[in-house]
């Protein structure tokens, strides 16, 4: 793909210009990043692996009625996808006590929440994607109050299918992030769905299995992924 083809680079992704005007090709990237991209490093096979497990956990999604971006796969790390107006949020379902939210909080690691919480973070790498409600989610103009409610179902029903999906590999989903487009008055799941965007743990030694890793220098980050993408396709 040609650079002149190039719409868009990303911590993560490169996303170019397919033939058709409708879609864009996203070609995964060989780079880490944490930190908001303030720690980043070149790992070979990354890209691969992400866009691996991306597609098979999208590929599960919408055989069970979950409406994506995806129109398929084009190699080990390549995706061509519908082109989409993407929403300027970030959604973050907790189903464990984990992260930030053990940091805000002063709580316990670990804990499984009575039902999940719903965040919701606005994507702007400049202001480090701050965490915005609902009622400034509506009077900014990100998503009106019907959207955000589709968008909270979908959230909820993407959760209720992944749960077991990544139980079933013995691995606890702790939480993901998620982000949404629309098309032609459709509003359908973007991106992608990685160890880099969701907290999964092995759930007998409860060691992270995603991108925690490489934040806190557990273990090396591609042997982790493979573990995950034989677990997935194994299982």
């Known amino acids: 793909m040609t650079e002149d083809k190039l719409l868009y680079t990303g911590k993560a992704k490169n996303v170019y210009q397919a033939e058709n005007d409708d879609e864009v090709l996203i070609v995964y990237k060989d780079q880490a990043t944490a930190l908001n991209g303030k720690k980043k490093e070149h790992l070979p096979g990354k890209g691969t692996l992400d866009c691996q497990i991306s597609a098979l956990v999208f590929d599960y999604l919408i055989k069970n009625g979950i409406k994506t971006h995806l129109v398929k ?137 995603d991108k925690d890793v490489f934040r806190k220098h557990e273990a090396d980050l591609v042997e982790t992924y493979r573990q995950v993408l034989q677990r997935l396709t194994t299982r």
Not at 74 to 85: C, G, Y
Not at 124 to 131: C, G, V
Request: hydrophobic share 40%.
């Open 73 to 209: 796969n084009i190699s080990d790390h390549e995706q061509l996808v519908k082109k989409t107006t993407v929403f300027p949020l970030e959604v973050v379902l907790r189903n464990i006590t984990s992260g930030s939210l053990v940091r805000k909080f002063q709580i316990e690691e670990g804990q499984h929440l009575a039902e999940p919480i719903i965040e919701f973070y606005y994507k702007s790498d400049a202001l480090d994607d701050p965490f915005i409600n609902e009622s400034q989610i509506h009077a900014l103009g990100v998503a009106d109050k019907t959207e955000l409610e589709y968008i909270k179902q979908m959230t909820v029903k993407v959760n209720d299918l992944l749960v077991p999906f990544f139980a079933q590999s013995d691995f606890d989903l702790v939480d993901f992030k998620l982000e949404f487009g629309k098309i032609n008055n459709e509003i359908i799941l973007v991106d992608e769905f990685s160890p880099d965007n969701c907290r999964i743990w092995d759930k007998t030694s409860h060691h992270s299995m």
